[in-house]
């Protein structure tokens, strides 16, 4: 079953063209990575994907199950289980972390036409959440990444990954700043998450990753198009080599 | 109050706009001696308090109006104002419930103050069943006053029994009248300032409360202003007495009609605390504040101050302010009390045309007085949102402390906010500290609550109660869930 279908697409961001006829795929129950030198568009990517203002797509088209997603609101993408892990989450003083993933589930629900989760069902599973990505009850009370370390940052985003249940959850360098403790913790998490229905797109860096979830398939991204598909081994290449091998 | 009647305060729109079809007596427009007089006779007070009224207003005769707020608005024309309108069913002051015109009552129950159902719970009817939702309200006894005239006060008998005094100022110079010759007037003198001079010569009626030493009031008072009369500037007093070692807590509303002229409200109050006594005071203000254009919206023109005049008496001021055109004012404390405290929370929210000016001002007199200042200033709109605070330490105030944190929120790029600190330290032993921030509503934090699957207008909700948290937390449960649905309505539109 096809999760992700992005054709020939451009994305213009300040009028400046950053992704030129990128096309890619991504089926239920796939994890793919993308990597590439900086600049080359991947976390614009994952910004037009998720409808972050400014990113403007000037061509192609992407269906995300079926649907039109350049034509959805970002709010109507997460619903559909569009959901993007910050490379740098906002922090968002005095909202605490738990009412924000509260009212974000409660969205969720009332936009399926599902009924609520009760409030005591709702902090027993973050509890528990919570409790596999090393998160104590006490950070949940806090402000939404207020004075968060950059690990907890990065844990606080795939604990919402959890809560929500996207059927497509991109991470945007989730890996970046993080020490090999924290990576363990969050790559346990996202291979906790994967399921057969859904799926994983990496943007990464760093090929360490990938030691921790395995991609079904690595892309290039290079001068805002895909140069070069392959398995995981194309991500070992690269670490050994670089992209200097690559024709751009 | 009970959730229905919060929705009905702060349903979308303004939901209070509405005017109430009465026939009123009021004076035609203008303002000379005669009028004073007329209010006076009307109420008939006894001469002391016509000669003082008459006092006050020569004195407002001769001040020049007051420009130095940061708000711009038009002159006012007080000749074009009427100084006095009453519901002519009302007679002469607040009733028994029963003889209370039933329209008016319909009015505050549309307002969700619903006068007679307050009076269910204090047994003086019987019919409703345990397990009804009304029996299940709050105890808060309410004094409602409709533009010039107090029309009726709850629970006064249930009062009397503790000792408390709650009834409407005009009823008090009657009933009480060495009580108010003593202290009204004594915190905020008839000569204060251009608004409370006016007010000192034309107030009308308020709120009087006196609570006798020793004696924690049983239950919440509040007072319910609504403005109805066009043309009307509403000038009430209020008066609260704590006496040794007494505590109240006491909550006021304000609401008006939508209207395309502006109105003036121009009240004073004045609290006194004696010795280890402790007032609170609450106030949710939702007067009408114009259309987006910044048509119509009430002039809100206020000056509000408390003192402690015994050792260890407490005054706090927590005002959410939302409503009004144009806000003015500075609930302010003067600490005379060795160890006495004052404190003051404050959300002030503007949007659209909307412009506020309010802060406080705190008076260190004695010995170990302490003073928290905690502002929110929210902008939204094109509105202008000014914090204005003066920390005053005396040469007598040996180890005063203040601390003042003072923080703004912007919504949108054209709004402006502003921050006048005044620091006077008079006392080497002081100590004040002056905190301030001033941040935005990032486009980042509305696109990670989006893409979360939170819409932005919910978002900017939460992030803006988020921001308030620290002096909800002050308010009074009812009054708190209430000021958060307030903002909500009052920020509708702000995201584009």
Redesign the interface.
């Known amino acids: 079953m096809k999760l992700l279908q992005v054709e020939n697409l451009h994305v213009n961001v300040q009028g400046e063209p950053i992704l030129k006829g990128l096309t890619l795929s991504i089926d239920a129950g796939e994890v793919h990575a993308i990597m590439g030198p900086n600049g080359s568009g991947k976390s614009t990517l994952a910004a037009v994907l ?4 400014g990113y403007e797509p000037v061509d192609g088209e992407v269906r995300f199950l079926g649907e039109d997603l350049m034509a959805l ?3 109507a ?3 559909l289980g569009m ?2 892990a ?1 490379q740098y ?8 972390n738990m ?2 993933l509260k ?2 589930l409660d ?2 629900h009332a ?1 399926l036409g599902r009924p609520q989760a009760s409030a005591v069902e709702f902090m027993k599973r973050v509890r528990a959440l919570a409790a596999t990505l090393d998160l104590s009850p006490e950070f949940l009370k806090r ?2 990444n207020e004075g968060f370390s950059g690990g907890e940052k990065k844990r606080n985003e795939i604990l ?1 990954m959890l809560l ?1 249940e996207p059927r497509l959850a991109v991470l945007d360098e989730t890996d970046s700043g993080l020490d090999i403790d924290a990576l363990q913790v969050v790559a346990a998490g996202v291979n906790g998450f994967r399921r057969d229905d859904n799926g994983v797109l990496l943007i990464t860096h760093y090929q360490r990753l990938l030691d921790h979830i395995v991609p079904d398939q690595v892309h290039v991204l290079s001068g805002g198009r895909i140069v070069q598909s392959g398995d995981r081994t194309l991500a070992l290449k690269l670490e050994r080599e670089g992209y200097g091998w690559l024709a751009t | 109050m009970s959730e229905s009647s919060v929705e009905n305060l702060v349903n979308r729109e303004y939901q209070a706009g509405f005017v109430t079809d009465i026939e009123s007596d009021t004076l035609p427009p203008g303002l000379d001696e005669s009028v004073v007089r007329f209010i006076s006779a009307k109420k008939g007070e006894p001469e002391w308090l016509t000669d003082w009224r008459l006092a006050a207003f020569r004195g407002w005769q001769a001040m020049p109006e007051p420009r130095w707020a940061h708000v711009h608005y038009p002159p006012i024309d007080f000749q074009a104002i009427s100084y006095y309108s009453a519901p002519r069913t009302q007679g002469d002051g607040p009733k028994s419930l029963d003889e209370v015109d039933p329209e008016l009552l319909r009015t505050y129950e549309r307002l969700g103050i619903p006068l007679h159902e307050q009076e269910i719970l204090a047994g003086v009817v019987t019919d409703r069943a345990p397990g009804d939702a009304l029996r299940d309200m709050p105890n808060v006894a309410v004094d409602a006053v409709f533009d010039s005239v107090s029309i009726a006060t709850t629970f006064k008998a249930k009062l009397r029994e503790a000792g408390v005094i709650f009834c409407s100022i005009s009823e008090a110079v009657r009933e009480h009248p060495e009580l108010v010759r003593r202290y009204l007037g004594s915190v905020v003198p008839k000569s204060d300032n251009y608004y409370a001079a006016l007010n000192s010569a034309v107030f009308s009626d308020g709120s009087f409360v006196y609570i006798p030493e020793g004696v924690r009031c049983p239950m919440e008072l509040s007072t319910y202003f609504r403005i109805n009369a066009q043309n009307t500037g509403q000038f009430e007093r209020t008066l609260i007495v704590a006496d040794k070692g007494a505590y109240v807590s006491y909550l006021e509303g304000c609401t008006a009609p939508m209207r395309d002229e502006n109105q003036l409200h121009a009240a004073v109050v004045e609290l006194v605390a004696l010795e280890d006594a402790e007032i609170k005071y609450s106030t949710v203000q939702n007067w009408y504040p114009g259309d987006a254009e910044g048509k119509g919206g009430i002039y809100n023109f206020v000056t509000k101050r408390g003192v402690c005049k015994g050792d260890r008496a407490k005054i706090s001021w927590t005002q959410v302010e939302t409503g009004s055109a144009i806000t003015w004012k500075y609930p302010s404390v003067v600490l005379r009390g060795h160890d006495s405290v004052g404190e003051f929370y404050s959300v002030a929210l503007t949007n659209n045309r909307q412009q506020a000016d309010t802060g406080t001002k705190m008076i260190h007199i004695g010995r170990n007085t302490r003073s928290t200042i905690i502002s929110k200033g929210i902008s939204a709109g094109r509105s202008s949102n000014a914090y204005r605070g003066l920390v005053r330490t005396s040469p007598t105030a040996a180890g005063a402390r203040n601390f003042t944190q003072c923080d703004s929120l912007l919504i949108g790029g054209e709004c402006g906010a502003h921050t006048f600190p005044y620091i006077e330290n008079g006392c080497e032993s002081a100590v004040i500290e002056h905190e301030a921030t001033t941040s935005k509503v990032s486009d980042e934090q509305l696109f990670l609550c989006q893409q979360r699957g939170i819409d932005a207008e919910k978002a900017v909700s939460m992030i803006v109660n988020g921001f308030c948290k620290d002096v909800f937390r002050e308010l009074p449960m009812e009054f708190a869930v209430e000021a958060g649905k307030l903002l909500e309505v009052s920020l509708e539109g702000a995201v584009g």
């Open positions: 998720a409808g972050r203002p609101e970002p709010e993408r997460a619903h959901f993007l910050f989450p906002v922090e968002i003083p005095g909202v605490s009412e924000f009212a974000a969205s969720h936009a402000g939404v919402q929500l």
